[in-house]
Every structure is written in structure tokens, then in C-alpha cells.
């Protein structure tokens, strides 16, 4: 795990933590050493959610010249999805970001495992576990998640082997307060549309070994989020050994605070040259 000595706050505000980054980054030395190849930044989204969330970020990291890719998760499950993520990462040369939101997190904590083109996680009101963890036991292990069984639909759905499993889907009427409480209710009814599910099991899966434990790390913790409680968020981020930006944001901060959001990616990236 990274010392102590390498943890840096960047900033408890969103304007500051916008300000800090920006004069350290300055405007195009943003996107890194001219004389090295940039990174590939590998996005990944977590569930109730698709890649179409990173889209302003993308705009804002490939416009500073990242490379950017935002596969879609599976969401099947922890094991499967990692596996899924992993083979994807394979097909990349050269170094790598690997950015996680929500579930996102669990995934990218698991398929980077190994891969040494993996320089930097980031953390998006993330979950970062350890090995043994789960989605369940951390979004509840602090009080303040408005995500229980009540606030979901379940609807049954066939493997391909035979029998049957069961996703979950964020009822529309609770969609906004959770997951999206600082965008447009216009944007959050076509999100509670079209979300993605995730299959229910995977609440209860356990994570595996940990890649942050080998990859240096950063998190942007959402105060306030009504999915994982921003406790929760700095206890994983202060384990983690991660540098820590906190922003005024709902569970989406990619989305409601996409400059602050690619700021903080920009400054992992710029650690791996």
C-alpha cells in the first residue's frame, strides 16, 4: 500500500480543487510530455449506468490528447465482469489509466490485477475493496445510503446454461434522489429509462485481491451521494493510501462535475510519464 507520505489532499472544495489542478497542470501541459506517448485512459461505468455518462469527460480528456476508451460493463458479475475488463485491457499497448464510478470501482480494482501496463487507478464515488469485500457490505458499513431493497425492481432474466437470475433496477421513482440528485429532472427520467441493470447476486460477491495495493491510486469522493455515503467514500479512499479530492456532487460526478472530474484523471495521467 502507498505510504503516507505519498497522499496528497488536493483540495475540500470543488473551486478549489478546479483551481489547484489547473495550476499544476497549466493548459495544454494538461495532457502531458510532448516526447512521450500519453496514456490510455480506459473508462468504465458502474451499474444502473452506461459509458454514455463519461461522455463530457471524454470530451474534455481526448480534447487535451488522451487516448480514451469506455468499454461497456457486462454487469454480471464480479468475477465475470473483471474478466471481461481484463481481457479488454490486454488488447492495449503502452500505459494505462484505469478510471471506475460506483461498481465501476470493484471491477477495475479486480481486472488490473497483474497487468503491468496499469499505472493509475481512479476511484469516481467508487467502490475500492479489499479482498474478501462487497458491494453490500460497504455501501452499508456507514450510514447514509438510500439504496435498499425496497427502492429496486427485480426482474428475473435466463442464463445461458439454463435456470434463471435476477437484476436489479433503481424504481423510477427514487431514481433521481439516489443516483442523480444534482442534474435536471428531464436528464435523471430518460437516465431512470434507460439504466442498465445489474444482477442482484453481485451484491454479495467477494472481491479479490486488490490492485491498489501495487498501483497508485486517486478518488474523488462525492459528498453528496445518496448511494454510497461520502463516509464510506473516505474510509475506502484513506485504506486505499489514494490521493483524495472531495467535491460537492451526487453519486454522478462525472456527470454533474465533469471538469473537476477529468482535472483529477488528467493528474493521474500525468504521474505515469
Not at 35 to 46: D, E, Q, S, W
Amino acid at each position: 500500500m502507498p505510504t503516507a507520505s505519498r497522499r496528497t489532499i488536493l483540495a475540500a472544495s470543488a473551486a478549489a480543487v478546479s483551481a489547484g489542478a489547473l495550476a499544476a497542470t497549466g493548459s495544454s501541459a494538461m495532457a502531458g510530455s510532448p516526447h512521450r506517448p500519453k496514456p490510455t485512459i480506459v473508462l468504465v461505468h458502474g451499474a444502473f449506468a452506461d459509458a454514455s455518462g463519461w461522455n463530457e469527460v471524454i470530451r474534455r480528456l481526448s480534447g487535451n490528447g488522451y487516448p480514451v476508451l469506455a468499454p461497456a460493463n457486462p454487469l454480471r458479475g464480479v468475477v465475470s465482469d473483471s474478466a471481461y475488463l481484463s481481457s479488454f485491457l490486454r488488447t492495449i499497448s503502452g500505459s494505462i489509466v484505469l478510471v471506475g464510478h460506483s461498481y465501476g470501482g470493484v471491477v477495475i480494482t479486480n481486472a488490473a490485477t497483474g497487468n503491468p501496463n496499469v499505472k493509475a487507478l481512479v476511484y469516481v464515488a467508487a467502490f475500492a475493496p479489499d479482498a474478501g469485500d462487497t458491494v453490500l457490505g460497504l455501501q452499508t458499513k456507514f450510514p447514509g445510503t438510500k439504496l435498499g431493497l425496497e427502492q429496486l425492481d427485480f426482474r428475473p432474466y435466463p442464463l445461458p446454461g439454463g435456470g434463471t437470475s435476477t437484476d436489479g433496477y433503481v424504481k423510477t421513482a427514487y431514481f433521481r434522489d439516489i443516483f442523480a440528485g444534482d442534474l435536471p429532472r428531464a436528464t435523471t427520467a430518460i437516465m431512470a429509462a434507460s439504466q442498465r441493470p445489474g444482477d442482484s447476486h453481485t451484491l454479495e460477491q467477494p472481491s479479490g485481491a486488490p490492485a491498489w495495493k501495487q498501483i497508485p491510486s486517486w478518488y474523488l469522493v462525492a459528498r453528496d451521494d445518496n448511494l454510497i455515503p461520502a463516509a464510506a467514500q473516505r474510509f475506502m479512499a484513506t485504506r486505499v493510501g489514494a490521493r483524495t479530492v472531495e467535491v460537492r456532487a451526487s453519486h454522478v460526478a462525472m456527470i454533474s462535475q465533469p471538469r473537476i472530474t477529468a482535472e483529477l484523471i488528467t493528474l493521474a495521467a500525468r504521474s505515469t510519464s
